[in-house]
């Protein structure tokens, strides 16, 4: 088990590797870890209501777990309350953890967040379904589900 210190600076190593516009980038192991260990953390679940609906969602304290669509569906329409939601869900000061569906729209949240002051928003590597694998399927090469942490489907 990592503390709190050492997942922060992997995430700031990577950050700093990639010369990201965030405060950072955290595995899926490791974004569940900071979870457990930092109850005031909080994971932003930025993909739409039906991915929820239709794919699952993690399994953590429903204190720490948030929704905030950054595009609707159907049609991928830009949310346009994206700010003023995650402004309701949590504050500038909290760390925030950005997760989508393979880890795009999450690094658009991510930066968006930081431009809007906060200070402590992180991507979360390889979403929640992972990429493709050689068939066209997610959830078999990587992704919050593929790591094997907790989550509930349809």
């Keep these: 088990m990592s503390t709190l210190e050492q997942l922060y600076a992997q995430a700031d190593k990577r950050r700093t590797e990639n010369q990201l516009p965030y405060a950072g980038a955290l595995s899926p192991a490791e974004a569940f870890e900071l979870l457990q260990l930092d109850p005031a953390t909080r994971l932003v679940d930025v993909r739409t209501r039906a991915e929820l609906d239709w794919v699952g969602r993690p399994v953590i304290g429903d204190s720490q777990y948030a929704h905030v669509e950054w595009t609707r569906y159907p049609g991928a329409a830009p949310n346009q ?74």
């Excluded at 925030?96 to 402590?120: D, E, W, Y």
């Excluded at 979403?127 to 593929?146: A, N, P």
Aim: charged share 25%.
């Design 81 to 154: 309350e994206f700010m003023q939601q995650l402004k309701e869900a949590t504050s500038a000061d909290t760390p925030v953890l950005f997760l989508c569906r393979s880890a795009a729209r999450s690094k658009l949240a991510a930066i968006a967040a930081t431009q809007a002051g906060f200070t402590k928003a992180y991507d979360l590597l390889e979403g929640f379904e992972g990429d493709k694998d050689g068939h066209g399927h997610r959830k078999t090469v990587s992704g919050w589900c593929f790591r094997g942490l907790p989550w509930i489907g349809t």
